[in-house]
Structures are given as structure tokens and as C-alpha cells.
């Protein structure tokens, strides 16, 4: 696999916006030939507000094996920063600097799990593209919990990759469904990973979410005896 170290900064516009739901949106920029990165790292990103610049960390969302793109992600919170991506049009410029971080997947591990909360979901997007698109043989198994039906960001993408992959498997579970929902109500908790993901001592679980989260889910884990060698993490603060 190749390694990606060298980070490069360069200025861009973007070129498309996708609603993703009511309150997250990606945001797409041309991709430099020369930019190479891994699934799940992460890149920082400059926009201008007035005559304020104003600079902050997003995940990659895109995959690397999308070309003509580099992609992030962001739930839309109030805070200056989302209130100046809101008002942005497609055109308007922002300098960006990728790639960084270490949370990353290139098919180290023939079986991976995956915990994630609301916009935690963004690397593990991007892992489970790549190895979509790749035709890894890596086995996923990926436990997505979020509020409604419709605060699930890449429902219909996770659905589709989950048809071209069978090696992936996608768990939803809502804190607050509708009376139509079939699937899992609740926390992602013990008994849900037991049942979904039985063989989960034989895997690297990525976990990405807000900071609760992830110290619920690394407790989950390590009752469950899970050695901390095959735990990684990505915390969102969502702003």
C-alpha cells in the first residue's frame, strides 16, 4: 500500500454543494492530480467571512479512489464558522490543506467494525468507499447510530455500496424513530454487537463520534475485553 506524508496547501473554489440532510451539507472542491491521501484522513479548510478568515479541521469524506474530487462534510451547528459555509456559493474560494492524521485504512485488517454517531459518520464513509470501489476482500461491519430517519448523512450512498459490497454490512439504530421504523431503537449498546458483529474479538473497530461517544463506545468495547491495541478513534466536537 502506498504511504501518503507529504501534506500540500493550496487555494480553490468550490464547485459543488450537496444537502445531505436538513442540517448537513458536503461541500466539493477540485482535486489536485497531485494530492494523494488515505481513507479517513482528515484536511483543513479556510474560508472567508467579511474580511475574517477563518480556519478549521474537516474529515475527507470522499474516498480516494474518487478523482475529480476532495469532499467534506459538516453538520450545520450556529456557530460562525457553519453560519459562513451556509451563505457560501458554489464558486466562492477557500484555501485548503490536506492531507493529515492517522485514522486510516489501506486493507491492514481482513475484518474491521465500525461504531459511529451523527457526522462521526464522515471517515467511515470514506473507508467504506474505498473499500468498495478497491474490492477489498476486508470484512465490515459498521454500527451507525443517529437521532431520526432523516439525520441518517449518506443513507442512500451506505445503502447502495452495501449492494455492490458484500462484505459490507450497515446496522442503523435511531434515538428517536418513527412507528414505521423496523430497525434498532436506542444506543448502540453490548448486546447490539454481540448479535451483529459476533466475531468482533477478531477485529479493528474504528470509532468516530462526538466525545461522549466515544468514551461510551471504548467502554462498550473494553468490557467486551477488546485489547486497546485494536480500538482507534476520531472525535467530533460537531462546531
Not at 448537513?24 to 481513507?39: G, I, N, T
Request: aromatic share 10%; net charge negative; proline share 5%.
Amino acid at each position: 500500500m502506498s504511504s501518503v506524508d507529504v501534506s500540500m496547501k493550496f487555494d480553490t473554489s468550490v464547485n459543488d454543494i450537496i444537502p445531505r440532510t436538513h442540517n448537513v451539507k458536503s461541500f466539493r472542491f477540485p482535486r489536485p492530480k497531485e494530492l494523494q491521501y488515505k481513507a479517513g484522513q482528515f484536511m483543513f479548510v479556510t474560508i472567508k467571512s467579511g474580511d475574517e478568515e477563518m480556519r478549521k479541521h474537516f474529515t475527507i469524506s470522499s474516498s480516494p479512489t474518487e478523482k475529480d474530487h476532495i469532499e467534506f462534510t459538516k453538520k450545520l451547528t450556529g456557530s460562525e464558522y457553519s453560519n459562513a459555509l451556509e451563505t457560501m456559493q458554489i464558486g466562492d474560494g477557500a484555501i485548503i490543506e490536506a492531507p493529515y492524521g492517522k485514522f486510516t485504512f489501506e486493507g491492514e485488517y481482513e475484518k474491521i467494525g465500525m461504531l459511529s454517531g451523527g457526522i462521526g459518520i464522515t471517515p467511515l464513509r470514506s473507508i467504506c468507499k474505498y473499500c468498495t470501489d478497491m474490492q477489498l476482500d476486508t470484512e465490515i461491519a459498521l454500527l451507525y447510530g443517529s437521532l431520526t430517519e432523516g439525520d441518517i448523512v449518506f443513507r442512500d450512498e451506505l445503502a447502495e455500496m452495501q449492494k455492490r459490497n458484500r462484505n459490507l454490512k450497515i446496522v442503523i439504530t435511531l434515538d428517536h424513530p418513527s412507528e414505521d421504523w423496523t430497525g434498532y431503537k436506542g444506543y448502540i449498546n453490548i448486546q447490539m454487537i454481540k448479535k451483529e458483529v459476533p466475531d468482533y474479538m477478531e477485529r479493528a473497530f474504528y470509532v468516530c463520534g462526538p466525545p461522549g461517544m466515544i468514551i461510551a463506545m471504548e467502554n462498550l468495547l473494553r468490557d467486551l475485553n477488546l485489547p486497546q491495541s485494536q480500538i482507534k478513534r476520531e472525535i467530533f466536537s460537531g462546531y
